[in-house]
């Protein structure tokens, strides 16, 4: 079983189009992110929520809004599509930060191209 | 930004040890090195991940200098499999968790 899966794997869409990517881990994990890893595939966070709650956010577009249902699920909502935003974006998760589970544990990504 | 410096690529043969260096030379006291691996179109793997002492687990050996300064990582049988980017990252143990990835060093293992 996939501990952390994202839908889709691939997503063609036009500029100006919104978009979601979903996340879902089944590790038990309380803590959730995004990382966004671009052409030149430098790999940086985005986000992280902690039991629903955003702890990080990174200098993102406000284009680009997470949302947590509930701890197993973490899903990218991007509005108004731009050029710039295709890259890979990968989920991961891990247990409580700073706790016992140090080790992050990444989704497979879901490449994102926009026309 | 990273805070760590690694060579961009390297080789090593197959069935032989690689050797990855990084360099941490501002690191502070309360700063961990982490070691990421991401394989072709992967997510990235957590490897191994030390303050002070030298660590091994099933996957590999770390390497950190006395002054903490460097660190090596060993992959003591490298396989073709273990080709990829690997990430060499400091990071302070607090609530963010944060990881910042710099580029990494891409690793081939030739037949």
């Known amino acids: 079983d996939t501990a952390v899966s994202q839908t889709p794997k691939y997503l063609v869409t036009q500029m100006g189009n919104d978009k979601s990517i979903k996340c879902e881990q089944n590790?038990?994990?309380?803590?959730m992110y995004w990382y966004k890893q671009d052409s030149k595939k430098f790999l940086k966070i985005m986000f992280s929520?902690?039991?629903?709650?955003?702890?990080i956010n990174e200098t993102v577009p406000n284009r680009f809004s997470p949302k947590s249902p509930d701890k197993a699920h973490l899903n990218l909502h991007i509005n108004s599509l731009e050029l710039g935003d295709s890259a890979v974006y990968f989920c991961?998760?891990?247990?409580?930060?700073?706790?016992?589970?140090?080790?992050?544990?990444f989704g497979p990504g879901t490449r994102l191209l926009v026309l | 930004d990273a805070k760590t410096t690694q060579p961009p690529s390297m080789d090593c043969a197959e069935g032989r040890a690689a050797n990855l260096p990084c360099n941490h030379s501002t690191i502070s006291g309360n700063e961990y090195v982490y070691w990421y691996r991401q394989i072709h179109s992967q997510g990235p793997q957590y490897i191994i991940h030390g303050l002070k002492n030298n660590e091994t687990n099933e996957m590999a050996s770390l390497i950190i200098t006395e002054d903490r300064k460097s660190s090596t990582l060993i992959l003591p049988h490298a396989t073709l499999r273990d080709t990829a980017v690997y990430y060499c990252i400091v990071r302070v143990r607090d609530s963010s968790y944060k990881l910042i990835f710099g580029s990494g060093t891409r690793l081939l293992v030739r037949p």
């Open positions: 929520y902690n039991n629903k709650e955003l702890i």
């Open positions: 991961a998760s891990s247990q409580q930060p700073g706790g016992l589970g140090e080790t992050q544990y």
């Open positions: 590790l038990g994990h309380d803590t």
